[in-house]
């Protein structure tokens, strides 16, 4: 179990946030919805805030029930309940169906921590001695071509072998996701990308990161990037983006 999980989360402007962050004793889970692009038709009678939710409630009850399954195969049966709660009003064949990145981990007592991304959510574990690891899924970053990237590129790539996967309508993406576990872990850090824009868009170490996760809290790391997308600006897209920091301090064996 962790000792203590704290979490904050904050939307990136006036619209409602598409992040969320759920915990129990031992686990913690962090979505990041996609924000549609504008006038793209989903084929979905449901916006990105309902398969998040939906999403984040399946993967809750799968760990809170802790009956062994690995977290790939709780991610796919969550994606699997979320795809039968869509009813038949939606094409769930639609590639621009609502999508989430998913970051979990689960500590599992003695330091070991497992983990799983899909997508650009990162999970940083602090390790004991010193020294981080970082895990993360750069796949949407290495579509053909580079950026800028267009819609219809997205479109095509997204939950398409050689391209990027995400939560959305085929419960195999789970099988894509990166997935283990380590030993020797002090605490874990499971962000959204709106966090991680401070070591990829700012040049903070992951390690700055932590500390200001833990000497600050999760609100310090969101205030940190916030006061950065003011005074340098975005690297690319939108100014600010709904941010979630986790942490959890694992308990000592």
């Known amino acids: 179990m962790f000792a203590e999980i704290t979490y904050a989360t904050r939307p990136g402007f006036e619209r409602p946030n598409e992040d ?19 006038g793209v038709d989903s084929g979905c009678a449901h916006d990105v805030a309902w398969l998040v939710g939906r999403l984040g409630g399946a993967l809750a009850a799968g760990l809170a029930a802790d009956d062994g399954a690995s977290l790939a195969g709780l991610l796919e049966a969550a994606i699997e309940g979320t795809q039968s709660a869509h009813g038949g009003r939606c094409d769930l064949g639609n590639p621009d169906s609502p999508s989430a990145t998913v970051a979990m981990v689960r500590c599992l007592g003695s330091g070991r921590v497992e983990y799983l991304v899909l997508g650009d959510s990162p999970v940083v574990l602090s390790l004991v001695g010193g020294g981080v690891r970082v895990v993360s899924d750069d796949r949407l970053e290495r579509l053909p071509g580079g950026r800028p990237y267009t819609l219809e590129l997205v479109r095509r790539m997204r939950n398409a072998p050689g391209g990027f996967w995400v939560a959305a ?85």
Not at 20 to 38: F, N, R, Y
Not at 234 to 253: E, I, L, M, N, Q
Request: hydrophobic letters at 45%; glycine letters at 14%; zero cysteines.
């Open 20 to 38: 969320l962050v759920i915990a129990g004793p031992s686990w913690i889970v962090v979505l990041d919805g996609a924000t549609a692009a504008a």
């Open 169 to 253: 309508a085929r419960p195999e993406a789970a099988r894509e996701a990166i997935t283990g576990a380590a030993d020797g872990v002090r605490g874990a850090g499971v962000f959204t990308d709106g966090v991680a824009r401070l070591a990829d868009w700012y040049g903070w170490s992951w390690q700055t990161v932590l500390d200001t996760l833990e000497d600050g809290g999760p609100g310090a790391v969101i205030d940190a990037v916030r006061e950065l997308e003011v005074r340098r600006g975005p690297v690319r897209g939108k100014r600010h983006d709904d941010a979630t920091a986790a942490w959890g301090r694992v308990s000592p064996p």
